[in-house]
Nanobody, 128 residues
Framework: LQLVESGGGLVQAGGSLRLSCAASGYTFDTDDDAIGWFRQAPGKEREFVAAFSWSGGNTYYADSVKGRFTISRDNAKNTVYLQMNSLKPEDTAVYYC????????????????????WGQGTQVTVSS
């Protein structure tokens, strides 16, 4: 399973960016499967941002991004998007796409923490 992120860049505060995560080498088709976005700012630990459970279509968001970020998918392209609006300087980080395929793991902790495959990351910088 491979994940490739794209769409990062430099944007002014209040602006928008859309990140893409293209998955290959695996067929996502059950609620055990999910794609998540995480981020890591300099000097900070990696944190959960958003996730999408593949079969049920349930979405999960960190409180810090609720109402500003939207996660969605394109089944035909096996791609998940993270639309980021009203960006703030504190959103500056490397954003990572991750895939969860662990079976029998379908609760909130699973969808926000239990990821086994990671992309290379894409830098998002929000200037004030």
């Amino acid at each position: 399973l491979q994940l490739v992120e794209s769409g990062g860049g430099l944007v002014q505060a209040g602006g928008s960016l859309r990140l893409s995560c293209a998955a290959s080498g695996y067929t996502f088709d059950t609620d055990d499967d999910a794609i998540g976005w995480f981020r890591q700012a300099p000097g900070k630990e990696r944190e959960f941002v958003a996730a999408f459970s593949w079969s049920g279509g349930n979405t999960y968001y960190a409180d810090s991004v609720k109402g500003r970020f939207t996660i969605s998918r394109d089944n035909a392209k096996n791609t998940v998007y993270l639309q980021m609006n009203s960006l703030k300087p504190e959103d500056t980080a490397v954003y990572y796409c991750a895939a969860k395929t662990r079976p029998y793991c379908t609760d909130y902790v699973c969808y926000t923490m239990m990821y086994d495959y990671w992309g290379q990351g894409t830098q998002v910088t929000v200037s004030s």
